[in-house]
């Protein structure tokens, strides 16, 4: 598969194949990816809670919101959600910047589950107190992002955005699309 292939392939996945498990060894591998990316500084500040346990999964699951512009879904309903979790954790005994980290982290972690055959979603919208009290996580560490992975369940369509609205849909069948701007939008010429 060709980096285009694999980045168009790479979509936000919100449904899943609940009992098709993802293995500790394969959760390490995506983290593995996300070690081996680029450090600012070369600080290396991100640390990693993996999940693949169906009790843990549930208790973070229940940490999360899903979809924001999908108004009346609430989200993957039982035997849909994900089978596996990474959640992202900054350092800040080593640094409180850690917008680059945790993006190149995150793609470079989700292009891998992509590559896998897993679905990913990158969720921004955790209670962090919450599941900072559920997973004993000490306050040192701000949780940055979770990552919900699994087999994917859904069809996943990118169109080119319409009348600039950018809202993400389903249709009828639960096809979910993705408004993308058009190239020409991006370059901006000063």
Known sequence: MTLLELVTKTRSCRRFYEKEPISLDQLKELIDLARLAPSVGNLQPLKYIISHNPGKNSGIFSCLGWAGYLTDWPGPVEGERPAGYIIILGDTALTRDFDCECGT????????????????CMIGNIDKNRIGALLKIPTRYDVLLVIALGKPKEEIVLEEAKDDSIKYWRDDKQVHHVPKRPLSELIFEP
């Open 105 to 120: 982290a995150a793609q470079s972690m989700v292009l891998g589950a992509t590559e896998m055959g897993f679905g990913s």
